[in-house]
């Protein structure tokens, strides 16, 4: 009997850090003085109509959905990058925190204006959605608690209305076509759109080819 031979081909890392390929969000929330917050966030994931989301602890949305819990997930294509990233260096909390300040944050009070965003408004929730964003999720906090470390504050949100552009729903259904919706994916920093399809998992409502 002949025993199969394996040469390695992994090595150990320790990567700054692990955004390997999740979504862009861009958070809508309301600040004490009943303004709205726009911030970018690359920590999120859906499990039914509840989204956990990975905020900063010491960001301006912590601190507004720590009182205020009313908020929209936003969420781009690909398309929007530029916008996102002009969002990226920016918050929203005066002063800059220390921790931000020495990694070349500035404070931004209107930052639709500097991404060249256009809000809209929502109609169940108190802050406004991002029109530019194909979808759009109304939703308000149930839960958060912070991580081990306190580095981060974990929010789970419980989505109450989706807003979709008709140019990728599946006509006649609920349903939002594959084909045609992209997210914006944030790789190790880097923005990138969906590779195309390779194929679609047994219970999907949308296959290829319907």
């Not at 850090?17 to 979504?23: C, Q, R, S, V």
């Not at 969002?87 to 800059?96: C, E, I, K, R, Y």
Request: aromatic content about 6%; proline content about 10%.
């Amino acid at each position: 009997m002949t025993t199969a031979t394996h040469t390695p081909s992994h090595t150990v890392i320790t990567p700054s850090i692990l955004y390997f390929g999740t979504p862009v969000a861009l958070l809508t929330t309301e600040n004490e003085d009943g303004s709205a917050n726009l911030a970018p966030v690359s920590s999120a994931w859906a499990l039914g109509r509840t989204v956990v989301l990975g905020l900063g602890a010491d960001s301006r949305t912590a601190a507004n959905l720590s009182t205020r819990p009313d908020l929209v997930i936003n969420l781009p294509s690909p398309g929007l990058w530029e916008a996102v990233e002009r969002l990226a260096p920016l918050t929203g909390s005066f002063p800059v925190p220390e921790a931000k300040r020495v990694r070349g944050y500035r404070y931004e009070p209107d930052k639709f204006t500097a991404a060249g965003l256009t809000p809209v408004p929502s109609e169940t929730v108190r802050v406004p959605r991002v029109a530019e964003c194909p979808l759009q999720l109304e939703a308000r906090v149930r839960h958060s608690s912070p991580d081990a470390e306190g580095h981060f504050l974990i929010v789970e949100c419980g989505v109450v209305r989706v807003h979709a552009d008709r140019r990728i729903v599946v006509p006649g259904t609920q349903h939002v076509d594959p084909a045609l919706w992209s997210p914006l994916i944030f790789n190790f920093r880097h923005y990138q759109g969906l590779a195309p399809e390779l194929g679609h998992c047994f219970t999907s409502e949308t296959p290829t080819g319907r």
